[in-house]
């Protein structure tokens, strides 16, 4: 485990210090006196994770996200802002460490009621992402570096792609309440804290795209299949100033499944093969 942990700190360093080069001699030139926080939004996420386990090393990581934003008659359920369809195949290197490398398709709604831009524009991602899990007395935590290089559009009708990337790094942890192990019928509270920040010719300043602060409550059903539900307050600073900062208050609903569809023969652990 120690050595997982050097591998770690070594990622990071590499991903802080690319990040901090990159963004070097960059100067905002609209920057006001003081910050400024912009009023919270609110939002409501339904969001469903699949590990479809492919062979004994390889699986299928596939998400969907449903995400929705406030309008001025309705909170948090209001409009759809984004659909995600995020896809990935992953490695389990161990039962503590997994890597993955895939893409990503979001559909962007124009949530602007006076805009008279498009209504919808796609963004294109490329992701890949290092987990490692260190079991903590009776709580599993979790470090995750997910990198993305992603393509944008604004509404604006022919408006061109600019390239940003993204540097994201979460700490969470599961803790069971009622039981000492995730298991079946267990109740688990998860709370995390992630960064993420972006680097590109068009991040002038503004870094620090995102910071999450979430708490969630969850409950596992079968070996297969996990509800939750929780909620997040995040804030970062607008890619137009680095000085304004955006918040949100969303209510998160996740769906995890995990379904096996290998032969019974390759389930079963070796010994079990021979006896």
């Known amino acids: 485990m ?12 590499l991903v802080l210090f690319g990040n901090s080069q990159t963004l070097k001699g960059q100067e905002s030139e609209l920057l006001p006196e003081e910050s400024v926080y912009n009023k919270p939004k609110t939002k409501f996420w339904v969001n469903t994770y699949g590990k479809i386990r492919i062979s004994k090393r390889l699986y299928w990581d596939a998400q969907t996200h449903f995400r929705f934003e406030e309008t001025e008659s309705m909170p948090f359920t209001g409009q759809v802002a984004q659909v995600y369809n995020r896809h990935a ?14 893409g990503v398709l979001r559909l962007n709604f124009n949530t602007d009621p006076t805009s008279e831009d498009r209504n919808l524009v796609p963004e ?19 470090h995750r570096i997910r990198i993305e290089h992603r393509w944008t559009q604004s509404f ?38 992630e960064l993420i920040m972006q ?4 991040v002038v300043g503004s870094a620090m795209e995102d910071l999450r602060l979430t708490t969630t409550l969850g409950y596992i059903l079968t070996p297969r299949l996990t509800v939750a539900a929780g909620g997040m307050y ?3 600073q607008t890619l137009q100033n ?8 969303t209510v998160r609903m996740h769906v995890y499944y995990s379904p096996d569809f290998r032969k019974i023969r390759n389930k079963l652990p070796a010994i079990h093969l021979k006896d």
Request: net charge positive; proline share 4%; charged share 15%.
């Open 2 to 13: 120690r050595r997982y942990c050097k591998m770690l700190i070594w990622i990071l360093t």
């Open 89 to 102: 195949i992953g490695y389990i290197y161990s039962k503590e460490i997994n890597f993955s490398l895939g």
């Open 124 to 142: 294109w991602r490329i992701w890949h992402q290092y987990q490692f899990a260190m079991p903590v007395f009776t709580a599993m935590t979790y």
């Open 156 to 193: 604006a009708e022919n408006s061109t792609y600019i390239y940003r990337n993204r540097w994201r790094y979460l700490f969470g942890a599961k803790i069971p309440l009622n039981n000492t192990m995730l298991v079946p019928k267990a109740f688990y509270i998860a709370p995390e804290a």
């Open 199 to 202: 680097s590109g010719k068009a």
């Open 234 to 236: 995040s804030m970062g």
């Open 242 to 249: 680095a000085g304004e900062f955006n918040q949100t208050w």
